[in-house]
């Protein structure tokens, strides 16, 4: 416990620090890395009532757009991004999440993935508004300046940590994983399956709409085929299942790895991200089925296959 203790004041203190140390390059690493991270969390609450998301894309790119049309429309400063894009896609997450919530295992990985592909379409032929393919530029978020996003982004992070420490302190993470177990036999007891999901849900959204607010004035622009990319999507699944679901570690560990080695593989193969994702889930279905988490804690566990078999 006291390891564990000095292992994460040492890991706070190098992030506090890292910006200082280093180049504007590797500031701009990490802050891609930090980005992944809170959309990693972002599916893992989801995925701790058995719902995988197969559309966080959707999400992602609807909070982008948010902070950006904001800004454009109502002069609202592109550093209230992420507190835009996650509130706006709040709303739409609650009334999907009553939707789609019902439908069980693949069908409601298959509805979210269609509604993200139904969000690229309408942001792409909504030219009125979102100016279609050209796509809407923005002043850089506090003025471009590298190391003040890089702390904006590292605070989201933290904050989507503590939400995920404040559903297992308050015992809502009981009952997400009660449902995850079997839906049936938690309503019985009296969980609320439908109420839970939709919390569930809700809070993912919160977290990858914040995540998109704030990529929308990091890079400036916004357009279809960039903020409702199936890579983001493929991405925020991909992470947390490698870096280890249902654990706060794992999603963190997951996204700074993959992406990481996505970086080192950039230079050579432009879209190597593809390879290193189908590698990444192949090692986690036959190797790793706790994530990096379950090997370093020396567990076999469940595979996360096998976890979400109860629900069907």
Not at 24 to 37: F, P, S, W
Request: glycine residues 12%; charged residues 10%.
């Amino acid at each position: 416990m006291e390891r564990d203790r000095t292992l994460v004041y040492a890991v706070c203190l190098v992030a506090a620090i890292f910006p200082l140390l280093s180049g504007e390059y590797t500031t701009r690493v990490a802050i891609g890395a930090l980005k992944y991270v809170v959309l990693a969390i972002s599916f893992d609450i989801l995925a701790r009532t058995g719902n995988l998301s197969v559309g966080h894309a959707a999400l992602f790119g609807i909070g982008a757009y948010a902070a950006a049309l904001s800004n454009v429309y109502f002069n609202v400063p592109m550093e209230l991004g992420p507190l835009v894009g996650g509130l706006a896609v709040l709303p739409m997450a609650v009334a999907l999440g009553f939707l789609t919530l019902r439908m069980r295992g693949a069908y409601f990985s298959i509805a979210t993935l269609a509604f993200a592909e139904a969000m690229r379409v309408l942001f792409l032929y909504a030219r009125g508004v979102t100016l279609g393919a050209m796509g809407v530029g923005v002043p850089p978020i506090f003025g471009g300046n590298v190391v003040v996003d890089y702390y904006v982004i590292l605070g989201i992070a933290i904050m989507s940590i503590l939400l995920v420490l404040l559903l297992e302190k308050t015992g809502v993470n009981y009952a997400f994983s009660a449902i995850r177990e079997n839906e049936d036999a938690a309503s019985v007891l009296g969980v609320n399956p439908t109420k839970y999901k939709v919390l569930a849900f809700a809070l993912s959204a919160l977290l990858a709409g914040a995540a998109g607010g704030f990529d929308a004035g990091y890079t400036t622009y916004v357009y279809p085929y960039e903020a409702f990319s199936v890579a983001i999507s493929v991405a925020a699944m991909i992470m947390p299942i490698f870096g280890g679901l249902y654990t706060i570690e794992g999603p963190v560990l997951g996204a700074v790895v993959i992406y990481l080695a996505e970086e080192v593989l950039r230079g050579w193969l432009p879209f190597g991200y593809t390879l290193i994702y189908g590698l990444a889930l192949i090692i986690s279905i036959l190797y790793l089925p706790m994530g990096i988490v379950g090997l370093l804690r020396g567990k076999k566990g469940k595979n996360w296959l096998e976890s979400l078999k109860a629900v069907k």
